[in-house]
């Protein structure tokens, strides 16, 4: 299975302020169709995780421009260009090159 | 809008077992892929097993290999999991979500399921 590692597991962040997550796999997402396969989901507290970045970079239906995924091969990055208060929450990186999906461990978002 | 809604979890004993339902509407079941993935409280998420749309073509996560089983009904648009032989480390909340070209893009609310004597 391939494993994915987020850092950090944990970030304060004041509003207006940028925030970066990073997300490592343990192999290459680059698939021999072109595409990479690699995801970042956000949940909520109380609520299933809701997709925000397929595919490296691009943003789900509704996702907010703050929000930007970057990144190659195995090494990714989900940025939020301002923090606002409704971004709290988990943040996950998921890939899905082969089964079984596998997520990372979360970053657990919170404002000051 | 697409829903997804679960239902079927509970409090069971190790070793029973559940039948986990998801109601699938605002586009065309038949049409995609449907997985389910769980999350232990306070843990993260492990995805659990997928299902293509015609079902025929099913994999599941080596934990629950030969002890789950997912299925669909696509005339009355509905995911299913039959979960049996039920572990403590089975306890989680399962939720259903869609596979669409964008991969897990709509997940339901889930249902809890508990294990415990």
């Known amino acids: 299975d391939i494993v994915m590692t987020q850092t950090p597991l944990s970030l304060s962040v004041t509003p207006g302020q940028p925030a970066s997550i990073s997300c490592k796999s343990g192999?290459?997402?680059?698939?021999?169709?072109?595409?990479?396969?690699l995801y970042w989901y956000l949940q909520k507290p109380g609520q299933p995780p809701q997709l925000l970045i397929y595919e490296v970079s691009n943003r789900f239906s509704g996702v907010p421009d703050r929000f930007s995924g970057s990144g190659s091969g195995t090494d990714f990055t989900l940025k939020i260009s301002r923090v606002e208060a409704e971004d709290v929450g988990v943040y996950y990186c998921m890939h899905s090159i082969e089964l079984p999906r596998t997520f990372g461990q979360g970053t657990k978002v919170e404002i000051k | 809008q697409v829903q997804l809604v679960e239902s079927g979890g509970g409090l069971v004993k190790p070793g029973g077992s559940l039948r986990l339902s998801c109601a699938a509407s605002g586009f065309t079941f038949s049409d995609y892929y449907m997985s389910w993935i769980r999350q232990a409280p306070g843990k993260g998420l492990e995805w659990v097993s997928y299902i293509s749309g015609s079902g025929t073509t099913i994999y599941y996560a080596d934990s629950v290999k030969g002890r789950f089983t997912i299925s669909r009904d696509n005339a009355k648009n509905s995911l299913y999991l039959q979960v049996n032989s039920l572990r403590a480390e089975d306890t989680a909340v399962y939720f259903c979500a869609r596979n669409a070209i964008t991969d897990l893009d709509y997940w339901g609310q889930g249902t809890l399921v508990t294990v415990s004597s």
């Open positions: 192999q290459s997402l680059l698939h021999s169709d072109g595409k990479t396969y």
